[in-house]
């Protein structure tokens, strides 16, 4: 077990650019979960999957981001046409799908956008 | 929606005071409670939950109990360590997708 892992780690882009991140989840957890948090505040919550399926998405979550886990495995986070608002870290947790089940967090990927 | 409110930050104390941290929640139904803690240049670990009311939560001295009166679970610890200066987050679940919803953090500070 190798925990969960995310990258990059950092992120620094243009405003307008696209951004793609990645997680890895600990291998054979079918639930996946993305949370931004902003300094000086606690997660949010953006969208989960379980297995490939996305079954809940925030209303934080723009039409500019995106989200996928197209096997069941690792998942990408897009955000397309970023915007100073943007910046943060966001969080990759997993877990397996059960009542009362640990998340386990990766170390963040923290994005700037000049 | 749900929601958790926790104690405003920072706190400093020395070396083998008290810690309480206040944590309240605001939840339909009957939610799992948790504190997480994030050390400096670190992700968030789970540091202990308690999943029914009256449940005690308990971790590396630290203690939780849920109590479904008050919507309360306060974070304590009798003798506190440079080593636990951190963030404390108090978070929620609840059935279904159970995504968590967390509280903004408390930073708390161990001087020696």
């Known amino acids: 077990d190798t925990g969960v892992s995310q990258n990059p780690r950092h992120k620094i882009t243009k405003r307008g650019q696209n951004v793609t991140f990645r997680c890895d989840p600990i291998?054979?957890?079918?639930?996946l979960y993305w949370y931004r948090q902003t300094l000086g505040q606690g997660p949010e919550f953006l969208t989960y999957?379980?297995?490939?399926?996305?079954?809940?998405k925030s209303r934080l979550l723009s039409d500019r981001f995106s989200a996928e886990r197209p096997k069941g495995s690792f998942s990408t986070l897009e955000i397309q046409r970023t915007e100073q608002g943007d910046s943060a870290m966001y969080l990759c947790?997993?877990?397996?799908?059960?009542?009362?089940?640990?998340?386990?967090f990766g170390p963040g990927t923290r994005l700037l956008v000049l | 929606g749900d929601s958790v409110t926790q104690m405003e930050g920072p706190v400093t104390l020395s070396e083998e005071a008290f810690l309480t941290i206040n944590c309240t929640y605001t939840?339909?139904?009957?939610?799992?409670l948790f504190w997480y803690v994030q050390y400096p240049g670190e992700g968030l670990q789970l540091l202990l939950k308690?999943?029914?009311?009256?449940d005690k939560g308990s971790n590396k001295g630290f203690e939780a109990t849920y109590r479904k009166e008050t919507t309360s679970f306060h974070l304590e610890k009798g003798s506190v360590q440079v080593s636990d200066s951190a963030v404390y987050f108090c978070?929620?679940?609840?059935?279904?997708?159970?995504?968590?919803?967390f509280g903004k953090g408390t930073k708390l500070t161990v001087n020696p």
């Open positions: 291998s054979e957890h079918n639930r």
């Open positions: 939840a339909t139904g009957y939610p799992s």
């Open positions: 947790a997993s877990t397996l799908m059960g009542a009362q089940e640990t998340q386990y």
């Open positions: 978070a929620l679940s609840q059935g279904g997708s159970e995504k968590l919803v």
């Open positions: 999957f379980q297995n490939e399926a996305q079954l809940e």
């Open positions: 308690a999943t029914k009311a009256d």
